[in-house]
């Protein structure tokens, strides 16, 4: 009998050829996830750059609402929905002044849940490959005990036990074994390599993302305009960061220290 692929697959039962159908399914299922993460990943990290650039020019010198003017404008940007979100929060919270929780606080709150949604996207798919290389070592071995089962049939079917009877059903047990192999071993990799890089990429969002959260708390500390010549104006008033952040804060005047003859 000749060895070839095209001999094998007509030798094959019915079954096998359905192990084999399915572990050509799995890796098809497995290429084009990982085509489209890599593709996303690769939009995310080129539109991130780009945006924090433009996000980094506007914190010098710009408002709130000039930075949600220009998150509103991206498409598709992780870096922008992070950011938007985040100042959204922070303008919904400047209208409750008297709140517990400061607009800086619950613009973080905010941004660290639109991480977590982002963080999901980012990952959607992921599973197709954990599953792809888990299981289909398993699917081609399920396939090796076809392709003996098959041997024994021709041992069965020529009452004899030389090569030309097994010799059918063995390739084709090695065959389903090697392609289960086939497709797990780079469903595994790709599947370390892309959570690697999806890792790296959360990491650069959070850094970025908890660095705009800092400045928008720095906002929500700063003093406003006729509190800072009030205070310019009045030095014997406490200067502390608290009596500008409490709204009804009163500030009292410092008591005049006794000098040092009435200790004598």
């Known amino acids: 009998m000749e060895f070839s692929l095209e001999q094998i697959w007509a030798s094959m039962g019915t079954l096998a050829k359905v192990v084999v159908a399915v572990l050509g399914v799995m890796a098809v299922a497995?290429?084009?996830v990982t085509v489209d993460r890599l593709v996303l990943l690769y939009l995310a990290r080129k539109r991130a750059r780009r945006f924090g650039g433009e996000l980094g020019e506007r914190l010098?010198?710009?408002s709130p609402d000039d930075v949600r003017a220009l998150a509103a404008r991206q498409k598709r940007n992780p870096l922008a929905q992070l950011v938007q979100e985040g100042v959204e929060a922070y303008a919904k919270g400047t209208l409750r002044p008297g709140h517990r929780v400061s607009a800086g606080e619950l613009a973080r709150r905010a941004m660290t849940r639109r991480a977590d949604t982002i963080s999901a996207d980012l990952r959607r798919g992921m599973s197709v490959l954990a599953s792809v290389g888990s299981t289909a070592p398993f699917v081609g071995l399920f396939g090796t005990v076809?392709?003996?089962i098959n041997a024994f049939h021709g041992i069965a079917a020529t009452g004899s036990g030389g090569l030309?009877?097994?010799?059918a059903g063995i390739a084709e047990a090695l065959v389903v074994t090697a392609l289960g192999l086939g497709v797990a071993i780079p469903a595994v990799l790709l599947f370390n390599s892309l959570s690697t890089r999806?890792?790296?990429f959360e990491l650069a969002?959070?850094?970025a993302g908890g660095e705009f959260a800092d400045w928008l708390d720095?906002?929500?500390r700063r003093p406003a305009a006729d509190e800072s010549a009030e205070l310019t104006d009045r030095p014997d008033l406490?200067?502390?960061r608290d009596d500008v952040l409490l709204p009804n804060a009163v500030a009292l005047s410092s008591v005049a220290k006794p000098a040092v003859e009435d200790y004598a």
Do not use: E, F, P
Not at 164 to 167: E, L, N, T
């Open 164 to 167: 030309a009877a097994v010799s």
């Open 30 to 32: 497995a290429v084009t």
């Open 218 to 220: 720095g906002l929500d």
């Open 238 to 240: 406490d200067h502390a």
């Open 205 to 207: 969002l959070s850094s």
């Open 146 to 148: 076809v392709g003996i």
């Open 60 to 62: 010098d010198d710009g």
């Open 198 to 200: 999806i890792d790296r």
